[in-house]
């Protein structure tokens, strides 16, 4: 079950040309900081009206008050609420209750330079791309993290492409846009609600003859990153697995 905050603000959805969700679970710590800043940021540099739609998913700690108490701060912020977590659960209720033409997604933790969101956005504008993705493996981009999830990330692409046939280069990096009435096309046809929600949605675009477009990122490692590896990795390899066993035009 999805709730929505009944405010003024949800009329800024409605107005907006790009929609920014931010999927948040358990983020009391973080979220007030990590979205002043994105707001003041966007702001700034982004030219086209935009929205930021907070997605709390099951937190049991502060976030919802958190979350709540900035949209009466910041203008053209809104908040969501799900009783359930995952982040592609929290992407499917953001996007497919947004009217803006473009939808994206970022984590909380501002790992990627928000320099990369203009180059991801335009192209979709303009009508150029149907999906856009941050790439942290493609020519360009500046990663710093450990090398443990350097490698793991490096060979999860790589079964991607050697089992599935992708051709995209980064599946997981949390910083992606998509047209909206691409992303309703999309969203009925994928069943994850998790961590490999993002992957089926590339898959699928590109079984699809969708036209991704990819922008190498400057990306920071989060520390503090609670994404247990070894659980999200096994239930990766059962997506492409399902992937695998699915029909192109499924």
Known sequence: MTLAVTTPLESVRALAEIDIA?????????????IRALHRYLDVHLSHPWCITIVDNASTDGTWSIASALTHELDRVAVL???????????????????????AYMDVDLSTDLDALGPLVAPLLRGDCDVAIGSRLAAGAQVTRGPKREIISRAYNLILRTVLGS??????????????????????????????????????????GLRIHEVPVHWVDDPDSRVAILPTALADLAGVRRLLGRTHHA
């Open 22 to 34: 931010v999927p948040v679970h358990n983020e009391q710590a973080t979220l007030g900081t990590s």
């Open 81 to 103: 609420h799900l009783d359930a977590k995952g982040r592609g659960r929290t992407l499917r209720a953001a996007w497919s209750s947004a009217s803006a033409p473009v939808v």
């Open 167 to 208: 051709r995209f280069s980064d599946a997981q990096c949390g910083f992606k846009a998509v047209r909206t009435d691409v992303a309703h096309e999309l969203l009925p046809r994928i069943e994850d609600q998790a961590w490999f929600f993002d992957t089926e949605l590339l898959v699928l675009a590109e079984r699809r």
